[in-house]
C-alpha cells in the first residue's frame, strides 16, 4: 500500500510557532517505521529571516541589522545558508519516515525537487529547473528555496515557494549565499498574483504524484494542534 501523509495548514504563524509544531509533530517514535504518521506542514510565515547550518558565517552585528528591517532572525540545523520567509511565500516542510517511501536522503531531495519543479510547471511557469546551485530556478532567478534536515530517517524542514512575496526583502542578503543570482516568484513568472492556496493545492496534487503516496486532509484542526504544541513546550 502507499504510504499515508496527513496534510496540516496551518496558515499564517510565527517563525518560531513553526518550528514548535514541527517538533511536536516529529515527536514519535521513530524505530516502528510502520506506524510512523507522515504530514506535510503547510505555512505562511511572518517575516523572518534563516539560517542553516553554516551560521557561523552570519556574526551578531548581522542579526541585528536584519532585525532592524523589521524581520525575525533565526539559526537552524537546516541545510543551506541563509535565506528569506515571509508574506506570500508558501513554506511547506514534508515530516516523512524515508524508509516508507524506500528513499536515501540523497534522493529525498532529488524527489522534492522534481516535486517543486512539476508543481511549477503545472502552475504555467515556462522552465524551472536545477542548477549547481540549490533550490529550484527560471533562468538565474531563484523561485523556491529548499534547506532539509533528516535524524534516523525521518525529514524536517524543506521548501519555501515564493508566489506573490515582496522580493525586496531579499535585497538585504545574498540568498542562499549564492552571489551574482536574483530571485524571482509565480506573480512575477506568470504575471498574475498566484495565491498560497493556488500554490499548495498544486505542490500536493505533485506531491502525491512524484512521492508516490496518498494524501488526507481535514483529520487535525491546525489551532488545536498548535496549542497543544504550546502547551507541550511550556
Known amino acids: 500500500m502507499k504510504p499515508l501523509i496527513t496534510v496540516i495548514r496551518a496558515g499564517r504563524i510565527s517563525y518560531g510557532t513553526g518550528l514548535l509544531l ?3 509533530l516529529c515527536n514519535q517514535r521513530m524505530e516502528e517505521v510502520d ?3 507522515n504530514y506535510i506542514l503547510l505555512q505562511e510565515f511572518n517575516p523572518v529571516y534563516t539560517t542553516g547550518l553554516r ?4 556574526t551578531k552585528e548581522d542579526e541585528i541589522r536584519l532585525r532592524k528591517c523589521g524581520a525575525e532572525f533565526y539559526r537552524t540545523n537546516r541545510g543551506g545558508l541563509i535565506t528569506f520567509h515571509g508574506h506570500g511565500q508558501l513554506v511547506a516542510y514534508p515530516i516523512i519516515h524515508l524508509r516508507q517511501f524506500k528513499l536515501t536522503m540523497r534522493l529525498y531531495i532529488k524527489t522534492l525537487e522534481e516535486t517543486v519543479i512539476n ?3 503545472q502552475l504555467g511557469v515556462l522552465n524551472p529547473t536545477t542548477t549547481q546551485d540549490t533550490g529550484i530556478w527560471v533562468n538565474d532567478n531563484k523561485i523556491c528555496a529548499i534547506g532539509v534536515h533528516g535524524s534516523r530517517f525521518v525529514t524536517t524542514h524543506g521548501i519555501g515557494l515564493n508566489c506573490s512575496t ?4 531579499f535585497e538585504h542578503i545574498i540568498p542562499c549565499g549564492i552571489e551574482g543570482k536574483g530571485v524571482t516568484s509565480l506573480s512575477v513568472e506568470l504575471k498574475r ?3 498560497i492556496d493556488e500554490a499548495s493545492n498544486e505542490f500536493i496534487k505533485s506531491f502525491a504524484n512524484i512521492f508516490n503516496c496518498r494524501i488526507e486532509e481535514g483529520q487535525f484542526d491546525a489551532n488545536n494542534l498548535i496549542r497543544e504544541a504550546q502547551s507541550k513546550a511550556s
Open 35 to 37: 506506524k510512523f504518521r
Open 22 to 24: 514541527q517538533k511536536y
Open 119 to 121: 508543481a511549477c510547471q
Open 193 to 195: 498574483h498566484v495565491s
Open 55 to 58: 551560521t557561523k558565517e552570519y
Open 166 to 169: 515582496d522580493l525586496k526583502w
